[in-house]
């Protein structure tokens, strides 16, 4: 199976409120979601990382949210729509993002032309906020997944510290989805450099 046929698969069997068809649809058709670098130069930084790393962010946040004392002694518990739907869309800001230059590097004392990514923001409206922004154009979220996706960069972004550390204490799901974001980036996927 490839990782597109996992994520329409996860997608299409976890999330089922009203406008995921047309979410996924949208994804599918009019963004390059599947092809997407998921960075310039650090993790999935080639053809399909973003959604690889997604997928990644998935399957750690279902792995973090099942340890028993998430569930019994804090009381935490989230449905597969809601774990589905931050991990697999948290980035979903990085679509139509990154576009393809070339540059000369020096190969074996030979210049060679080769490909690299560089950012081209259309929609210059954050990175957690824009995934929301865009995921709400078609489905609502609960309170919870929407700060989940909007400080699932933790205390990594330029946002005030207080700020992330008052969201990640009301919301669980954005810590775990924070944590689950950082495993996968820097431990599945790492820095290719």
């Not at 989230?78 to 991990?87: M, P």
């Not at 990594?156 to 669980?172: H, I, R, T, Y």
């Not at 954005?174 to 790492?190: H, I, K, P, R, T």
């Amino acid at each position: 199976m490839t990782n597109r046929e996992k994520f329409i698969e996860i997608y299409r069997s976890c999330v089922t409120r009203e406008g995921a068809d047309k979410l996924l649809e949208y994804i599918e058709y009019k963004t390059d979601f599947f092809s997407a670098p998921a960075s310039t130069r650090f993790h999935g930084a080639y053809e399909g990382g973003l959604l690889e790393h997604s997928l990644n962010v998935y399957e750690c946040l279902c792995d973090f949210v099942k340890r028993p004392r998430f569930k019994e002694k804090y009381g935490f518990t989230f449905t597969e729509e809601s774990l589905a739907i931050v991990a697999l869309l948290h980035d979903l800001c990085k679509t139509n993002f990154y576009k393809t230059e070339m540059r000369n590097v020096k190969k074996n004392g030979v210049w060679e032309s080769v490909p690299y990514y560089t950012i081209e923001d259309t929609l210059p409206y954050g990175h957690g906020e824009k995934s929301v922004y865009i995921i709400s154009g078609f489905m609502k979220l609960t309170r919870d997944e929407a700060f989940a996706i909007r400080y699932h960069m933790g205390f990594s972004g330029p946002e005030d510290a207080n700020q992330v550390g008052k969201a990640l204490e009301m919301f669980p799901l954005a810590f775990s989805l924070c944590v689950a974001d950082m495993e996968a980036s820097y431990y599945m996927e790492g820095n290719p450099n």
